[in-house]
């Protein structure tokens, strides 16, 4: 089937789809012949320990590195030939925290606005809209250093999804959160996930944050290991509980 890159046709309920992605450090491999798709509304957890290449696929779909191996689609368009009309439509979450601690939480929404070309007027109102979403609209005079760890989170989901893209991108976002704040900002993305049907590619080495209805892809080493739901993946290693399976598949250096 034909992809085309006007934003119709086919492909419209695909938001990501990786095919064949190969990258390399220094001619050492970090990621092989990675290929998944997400639809719409979908919520899937890459699922890896650390080092497996979660942050490098991330890097390579946000475009921090330049893929020379696979292609990449955002919606229908070609993240190589088209970056501009494909990061449109993503909003993304990084490993590290990349708010202006020295901002207020609107300013921070309204700058992230301003780059995508939203009036002030609404950028206040999107703004408003999510953070009410996440439990945080009386935050937006407050200087983001004196929120909590789990609010700045909240924030930075906020801003993501601020210019209403069809993906969302989370890497790692629960590093250095208490268990509470953690399972709370898992809850909330599921919700949002389904409440927008934006659809949600969530990367982490924690099982217990994969919900029984989540699609998982099981990457380590650079490669996919395994690709589906739950019950799909216990089949395939015959295991059954997800940690199980999930040792049985990311086997650690044998001395």
Known sequence: MN???????????????VRDLSFSYSGKPVLDDVSFALKAGEFVVLLGPNGAGKTTLFSLITRLYDHRQGAIRVG????HRHSVQAHAQ??????????DLDLTVRQNLAYHG????????????????????????????LRVRHLSGGQRRRVEIARGLLHEPR????????????????????????RLCREQGVAVLWAT?????????DRVIVLHRGRVRVQ??????????????????????TPGPTS
Do not use: C, K, W
């Open 90 to 99: 993503m909003g993304v979450v990084f490993q590290q925290p990349t708010l």
């Open 167 to 190: 993906l969302l991108l989370l890497d790692e976002p629960t590093v250095g959160l208490d268990i509470a704040s953690r399972r709370a900002l898992v809850e909330h993305v599921h």
């Open 76 to 79: 229908n368009f070609d993240l």
């Open 3 to 17: 992809h085309v890159d006007d934003g119709r046709g086919a492909s419209e309920s695909v938001a990501l789809d």
């Open 228 to 249: 589906g739901g739950i019950s799909e993946l216990l089949v395939q290693t015959d295991t059954t509980t997800l940690d199980a399976a999930f040792d049985r598949l």
């Open 114 to 141: 301003a780059l995508h070309g939203m009036t002030p007027g609404m950028a206040r109102q999107r703004a408003a809209r999510q953070l009410a979403r996440l439990g945080m609209q009386d935050s937006l005079g």
């Open 205 to 213: 080495h924690l099982i217990d944050e994969v919900y029984p209805e």
